[in-house]
């Protein structure tokens, strides 16, 4: 028996566990993959997110970014500025899902891939 059980160990996901488990909660993390597990996504991260968490995300940051370039309809490319007080984290989602996974494990969270949930039950 679990205090929670989460479904999926993405960035909620493993917020989600990372913190309950660092409160003392028994968590369980169900993913239907298997871990580390590629995800296709741009992968931009605002790094304001730091400050909710005690640890540091430096390991799972591919780059951090000042500007983007980007085409539009096959048009010359376009770079732009970014607008932030920080540069954003790039980051490789396989990576940086596995890592918050991993930082929610060292707080006593469980970690079951391969495991797909397919439906819920309740029962009072």
């Known amino acids: 028996m679990f205090d929670c059980i989460i479904v999926g160990a993405g960035p909620a996901g493993g917020t989600a566990a990372y913190h309950l488990a660092k409160a003392g909660k028994s968590v369980v993390v169900l993913e239907k993959e298997s871990l580390p597990r590629y995800k296709a996504c741009s992968g931009a991260v605002s ?17 951090k970014a000042e500007s983007v370039r980007y085409t539009w309809k096959m048009d010359d ?16 989602r396989d990576v940086f899902d596995h890592y918050l996974i991993q930082q929610a494990q060292k707080q006593g969270a469980e970690i079951r891939d391969n495991t797909a949930v397919t439906g819920v039950e309740f029962k009072g």
């Open 77 to 92: 490319p376009v770079e732009v500025k970014l607008d932030t007080q920080e540069p954003v984290w790039m980051v490789q």
């Open 47 to 63: 790094p304001q997110v730091q400050q909710w968490f005690d640890f540091d995300f430096t390991p799972a940051i591919s780059l």
